[in-house]
């Protein structure tokens, strides 16, 4: 095995050992980053010379044996709409080309100081809007298990620099499920922590009250080591939860004996996709093998989640969007007047999705319309954490598919945007509720692409899903399969 | 139809600047006056990524408000986007206040010529200021006639108090006292500089007019950008017989906004781009509600220093000051507090009162000179005062001896004896003076004995005179009388 095919705990107990120093291990990353990423686009940007002078730092670090973590030395891609400070900053977008901001986002400051080395910032949908990274303005990324197909999104390029073994671990963002069904896509494990686990200082903003920063990464441990480091209350997100950050390592191995499962039967339609259907049934099975208890739940409101979130998500953004006018930082397309600045600049600036979504969230936000729509998925909101809220006075986790199909191909979806919406329909309704959710590989389809599981959790209680998590693969084999990087 | 037949409808917006140390979101200062865009950081600028932290110090100035205007404090509260594009709004939406405002339904009392009457507070909420716009390049330092515009965020995030009052003020006189009032409570209770030329109080009306005796309000128009009181009073004014010569013509009140032109003293119609008012209101999601605990609000309200209208009703029945009187001392608080320690060192407040509002505010304001400038303490002008009353001194005299204390701060005491002012009250000495006088001028005798009483003025002045004006007034007075009506 190279040295980059490593997890994080493997390579850094290496680290620690002196067997190789950072420097030489961020050589040898960003050597087979170049090498495959002309086959894979994951990165906007490559940060070679910020990587290694953080490599050299961590090395001193090593050396002397003080404030070394278990991420000193190790090299990690960064989702591009997370504010690296003097480092391009895009949101896959044409509105922030160029933009460097003059400060770091808290989570990039912690894995700073947890000694960690940046090797690039990856590609995504614009402004985190989609599902498969196509309407990044920059590039397509490809799936590394099927170069013919999309990696999924919004954190496309995040998941597949993982899943190509172009970096140890990433930071993605999921809002409906951008973190985990590319994860799911790409063969990797992804975890959405609850809502005010991680500070979003520093997160180019979405939709505030459903975004989420959370890891990205090729075990279950390597998982639990980036949650120990990025949670935890924030001063400057007054969202951020003051709720204590149990070492999630340690958490990860306890037994799962007794755990109790529920499985919400709104999430096994009878159209379900067969081989999704059958992988995810077998890791139940196989959870149960392991002592688990499986109860069957109804999460009743569910249904609703899409047209909530399609309502929400947009509104949220049609204003969190708005500054984007050719002010003050940016692209600016001069006009005749100011109304004219503005509007050139933001037609110039975003791509058609963004602009969908900006035009719905307007009109659900507008007098008039409001109390139908804003007001209306807010109360249908309060629906469906309550129908969590009650399943988990019954349960201790919940298990679905994270997808109805494993990655599909560049262009399937982009026609009729609702298809592409569809995507989300067992990620969504866990954003609207704020619970934590994970998703890792178990099993792979006939036409040898990935095929995602996802555990979903009490609010604050990740450790509940790194555990269940935990136990499920080393039990089996999923996560040490690694893809083709072909094309089919 | 004539103007005498419509009757104005008046209601005030005040934006006050809360005088904070830091901005509502964010650390940055607040002072006023620094180069452009030094006083600015990722926050209140509205970078991508960026949240806003809310100041505790902003909320505790805003309940304070709400105590002082008699509102209702909000137990929960939420702060809403407020969706709008404009240069000097970095975020392109103001986090405001929409439906849930921290204080309402509060009221204060003014005071005109009619008498007392109260106005309606309906809320005063809690927001965030833009920054602001220098149009630049033109001729007027307006935006119809500049070639470009700069934007200073120095002032952006600086928190503010929206304080609404209801349409219940009916004249330009009531809307003059009612920011009088108003602008004395914020500076008494220490929430903000209430300076209009700072911008740290800024007023905007809302006119309308009516038939006298109906009952529906009429078209609304709202009159900015005036930068003082007067300017106030002027505008409306000004809009009132507008709007009435409108209504005369037959024509109707154009919704709008106005704004005070101060070269030309008349409102005029913004020629506003299509503004759309739609705001867009949702609640802000990256703040939590504000929660406030009942003990903390009271403990609030408790430690409140005596308002002004309290102040000025205790002056009264405490020391038998008119109400005229108790409304100037009370106008400034430290003017307040210098009366209300010097009463202390007087059997008579009242005369002590008068000084202050005369002859010493008279001095102050020639000479420029502030209360922390003065040379002399409360103990020295009660003095002059019991001189005054004991009758070592007439009134002619202390007026000099006044000087004396502004001046040097000399003691009044030591001024009299140095000067032999002490005033001759001897009735043996003032009659032998009066004696004199009238046999030497028998003519006025003559005319008073006629009837012609006005006269005694003369001749008072002369004994006066003759006695370099030591001489008891008032007893000249009685016995020039005395000796003529005999």
Redesign the interface.
């Known amino acids: 095995m190279e040295l980059y095919q490593k997890t994080i705990h493997d390579i850094a107990a290496h680290l620690k050992a002196k067997k190789l120093s950072s420097v030489e291990l961020t050589k040898a990353t960003l050597a087979h980053l170049k090498a495959v990423e002309p086959k894979v686009q994951s990165f906007i940007t490559v940060t070679e010379e910020t990587a290694l002078a953080q490599a050299a730092e961590a090395d001193k670090k090593i050396a002397s044996g003080t404030n070394v973590t278990p991420l000193t030395g190790i090299p990690l891609g960064i989702k591009d709409?997370?504010?690296t400070k003097g480092v391009q900053?895009t949101?896959a977008s044409k509105m922030?080309e160029g933009?460097k901001?003059?400060?770091n986002?808290t989570v990039v400051e912690r894995l700073n100081a947890a000694g960690a080395v940046m090797v690039g910032k990856t590609n995504m949908d614009e402004f985190a809007m989609g599902s498969s990274t196509e309407t990044s303005y920059y590039k397509k990324t490809k799936n590394p298990w099927n170069l013919s197909c999309v990696p999924g999104g919004s954190s496309g390029g995040s998941a597949s620099c993982v899943s190509a073994d172009q970096a140890f671990g990433s930071l993605g963002s999921d809002t409906g499920g951008s973190i985990r069904q590319p994860a799911s896509l790409c063969g990797i494990v992804g975890l959405k922590p609850t809502y005010g686990r991680v500070s979003?200082?520093?997160?180019?903003?979405f939709a505030?009250?459903l975004d989420q920063i959370g890891p990205m990464t090729k075990d279950v441990e390597d998982c639990a080591l980036m949650m120990n480091v990025i949670s935890g209350h924030d001063?400057?997100?007054?969202?951020s939860a003051d709720v204590a950050v149990p070492d999630y390592a340690v958490e990860m191995k306890k037994s799962i004996k007794g755990l109790k499962i529920g499985i919400p039967k709104e999430f096994f339609p009878k159209e379900l996709n067969p081989e999704v259907s059958e992988a995810v049934k077998k890791a139940i099975e196989q959870l149960k093998s392991l002592g688990a208890e499986v109860h069957e739940i109804s999460l009743p409101h569910s249904p609703y989640s899409l047209a909530a979130y399609y309502v929400l998500a947009p509104?949220?953004a049609?204003?969190n969007l708005?500054?984007y006018?050719g002010?003050?930082?940016g692209l600016r397309v001069s006009g005749e007047?100011?109304?004219e600045m503005?509007s050139k600049t933001r037609a110039a600036g975003f791509g058609p999705e963004v602009k969908r979504r900006i035009m719905l969230g307007?009109y659900a936000?507008?007098?008039g319309y409001?109390d139908a729509y804003?007001l209306k998925a807010l109360k249908v909101r309060r629906l469906i954490k309550q129908d969590y809220d009650k399943a988990f006075e019954k349960v201790d986790v919940i298990v679905t598919p994270t997808v109805p199909n494993p990655a599909f191909k560049f262009g399937e979806k982009t026609d009729n945007p609702l298809t592409m919406y569809l995507e989300d329909i067992f990620t969504i309704s866990i954003n609207i509720a704020g619970v934590p959710a994970l998703s890792l590989p178990c099993g792979i389809s006939k036409t040898d692409l990935p095929i995602g599981l996802q555990i979903i959790g009490k609010p604050f209680d990740e450790a509940a899903l790194l555990k269940t998590a935990y136990a499920y693969e080393q039990s089996t084999d999923w996560h040490k399969r690694k893809p083709s990087l072909k094309e089919s | 139809m004539a103007f005498e037949d419509y009757e104005p409808i008046i209601g005030l917006e005040v934006h006050c600047e809360l005088k904070t140390a830091t901005k509502l979101f964010c650390g940055c200062p607040t002072t006023f006056g620094n180069e452009a865009n030094t006083q600015v950081c990722p926050v209140c600028l509205g970078l991508p990524g960026t949240l806003p932290v809310m100041n505790g110090k902003a909320v505790e100035f805003a309940v304070k408000i709400g105590h002082a205007l008699n509102c209702t404090i909000a137990s929960y509260s939420k702060m809403d986007r407020k969706n709008y594009y404009y240069p000097d709004l970095p975020k392109a939406y103001q986090v405001s206040q929409y439906d849930k405002p921290l204080n309402y339904g509060g009221h204060l009392d003014i005071v005109t010529k009619e008498g007392t009457k109260r106005i309606g507070v309906t809320r005063a909420h809690l927001e965030e200021d833009a920054g602001k716009l220098v149009h630049a390049g033109g001729k007027s330092g307006r935006l119809d006639s500049s070639d470009y515009s700069l934007a200073d965020y120095n002032r952006g995030g600086i928190p503010l108090v929206e304080i609404v009052s209801e349409p219940d003020i009916r004249s330009s006189e009531e809307a003059h006292a009612y920011l009088t009032a108003l602008k004395s409570i914020l500076l008494y209770i220490a929430v903000s500089d209430c300076n209009m030329e700072e911008g740290s109080l800024r007023c905007d009306a809302n006119v309308s007019i009516r038939k006298k005796g109906t009952e529906k309000f009429g078209t609304r128009t709202e009159i900015k950008n005036m930068n003082s009181f007067k300017f106030v009073k002027q505008a409306i004014e000004y809009e009132i017989k507008r709007q009435a010569v409108v209504l005369d013509k037959g024509e109707r009140v154009v919704q709008e906004s106005r704004l005070w032109d101060v070269t030309e003293n008349k409102t005029k119609s913004m020629r506003s781009k299509e503004e759309a008012h739609d705001y867009r209101y949702f609640p802000e999601p990256d703040l939590v509600p504000i929660i406030l605990d009942p003990a903390y609000v009271q403990k609030l309200k408790v430690e409140l220093p005596e308002l002004p209208s309290a102040k000025r009703a205790r002056f009264v029945t405490e020391f038998g000051l008119t109400p005229y009187d108790a409304g100037v001392l009370t106008s400034e608080q430290e003017l307040g507090q210098w009366f209300e320690a010097g009463a202390k060192f007087t059997k008579n407040p009242k005369g002590f009162a008068n000084w202050m509002m005369g002859d010493m505010a008279a001095q102050m304001k020639e000479q420029e000179k502030e209360l922390t400038d003065l040379k002399f303490d409360q103990k020295k002008l009660a003095e002059l005062v019991e001189l005054v009353d004991a009758g070592t001194i007439n009134s002619k005299q202390a007026k000099e001896v006044f000087l004396e204390l502004f001046n040097e701060g000399a003691s009044p005491v030591e001024v009299v004896k140095s000067k032999g002012m002490a005033q001759v009250s001897d009735p043996k000495a003032i009659e032998d003076a009066v004696d004199k006088v009238l046999a030497e001028n028998p003519a006025v005798v003559a005319d008073y004995k006629g009837g012609k009483q006005g006269v005694i003025g003369f001749l008072v002045g002369k004994v006066m005179q003759a006695s370099q004006g030591k001489a008891n007034p008032k007893m000249v007075n009685e016995m020039i009388k005395k000796k003529l009506d005999s």
């Open positions: 709409l997370l504010c900053t949101c922030l933009f901001p003059p400060y986002a979003r200082y520093g997160l180019i903003a505030s009250s001063e400057k997100d007054s969202t509104s949220e049609s204003s708005a500054r006018d002010v003050r930082y007047n100011i109304v503005y307007t936000l507008s007098s409001y804003y």
